[in-house]
């Protein structure tokens, strides 16, 4: 956004020289001109100095701001959703509830919505309960865990702030004992535990609250405008204190959402995959796995690109590093099973 605006300034600057450097061309004085193509430059240039550093300055508690949690559950449900929407949808088997207004009315009331009782969604139970059997192993276990599987044909898992996990079809059909699976859910547990999303939320919000402040000190300073900076420039005192994504209009939430998505599908750096690893690791060996089974399924995976892949350190250096990890400061807890009872849970799949 900040490229963007910048490279408006200098767009302004070529189009639209300003009074005094049209009066000088229109009475045919080259130098004239040319000194008042300089002195307006220098007044843009200086104008887009003072602004970055207005924005800036007004945007520098943002990331000395640590996000709440009722933030972080908002913000989760966002990015879940639109990560959900642009890759699949949930691997469930209806509603006992059709009418969207009623459904919303009983959520909002925190009233229970039912499933049909068929095989779809006892896996989808089935995953639920696995995952929060985890996730009260670990260093946020009174989040509100939520779980999910939504189905997909690419080998895939992903977390959202504020206890969101969701796995894809393609990724169970490679799973072949719970253990497994625990390993794939205690790894996105730590990414939330661990709160690696939230860092990147916080980058991305301090982006968009330096878009807008700095769009809306050049409208104020009678600096040029154009669509991208008038919208823009709408939301520079939202960023003021805490943000509301609940309460907050759509226009605001895209703002913010386009910046956040961009940056969380970018991956996570080495170290935090490896911290992720370990703490999953600590998650299935406490809850009774076998934590060898997690390093089998990394290996299953070979070296297919995209998906649970894609952003992660190699799969030599992730195993080695797990198998440090059970043989020393763990060694007394990793003597768990793998419970290889998911054929049956994971039935639905084969003809899905």
């Given amino acids: 956004m900040k490229a963007l ?13 300003g009074c005094a450097l049209f009066g000088a061309i ?33 945007c ?26 642009g890759s699949g949808h949930l691997f469930l088997d209806g509603l006992t509830e059709k009418n969207p207004e009623t459904l919303n009315k009983n959520l909002a009331e925190k009233k229970a919505v039912t499933l049909p009782d068929n095989a779809i969604n006892d896996l989808t139970a089935y995953v639920s309960i696995v995952g929060k059997n985890l996730a009260r192993y670990s260093a946020r276990p009174d989040l509100p865990w939520t779980f999910a599987v939504i189905k997909n044909d690419t080998v895939n898992a992903f977390s959202a702030p504020g206890g969101y996990v969701v796995v894809t079809t393609a990724l169970l059909k490679k ?12 790894h996105e547990i730590g990414h939330v535990v661990h709160k690696h999303s939230l860092v990147k939320y916080k980058d991305a919000k301090h982006k968009q609250c330096i878009a807008a402040n700095y769009a809306g000190y050049l409208i104020e300073h009678g600096g040029p405008s154009n ?44 170290e935090s995959e490896f911290q992720t690893d370990a703490t999953g690791l600590e998650l299935v060996a406490f809850a009774g796995y076998d934590p060898t089974e997690y390093e089998k399924f990394l290996v299953s995976l070979g070296g297919q690109g995209g998906g649970v892949l894609s952003s992660h ?8 590093k797990l198998k440090a990890l059970r043989e020393g400061e763990l060694k007394d807890f990793a003597t768990g ?13 084969a003809t899905k």
Avoid: C, H
């Fill in 337 to 349: 099973t793998a419970k290889p009872d998911t054929a049956k849970a994971f039935a639905p799949l």
């Fill in 5 to 17: 605006q910048l490279a408006t300034l200098s767009l302004v600057v070529l189009l639209s020289p």
């Fill in 313 to 320: 350190p190699s799969t030599d250096e992730r195993v080695a």
């Fill in 26 to 58: 229109k009475g045919g004085d080259p130098m004239a001109a040319a000194n008042a193509a300089k002195a307006e430059g220098d007044k843009l240039a200086k104008l887009g100095a003072d602004a970055k550093a207005y924005a800036e300055k007004k």
């Fill in 227 to 270: 669509p991208a900076t008038d919208e823009a420039a709408k939301y520079a005192k939202k960023f003021d204190g805490t943000i509301d994504l609940d309460k907050e209009e759509g226009g605001f939430i895209k703002f913010i959402m386009s910046a956040v998505i961009g940056l969380l599908q970018t991956g996570n750096d080495k």
């Fill in 60 to 85: 520098a508690p943002v990331l000395e701001t640590q996000v709440g949690f009722n933030e972080e559950r908002a913000i989760g449900g966002v990015v879940g959703v639109e990560l959900i929407s």
């Fill in 175 to 186: 799973i072949t004992n719970e253990a497994q699976l625990a390993g794939v859910l205690g």
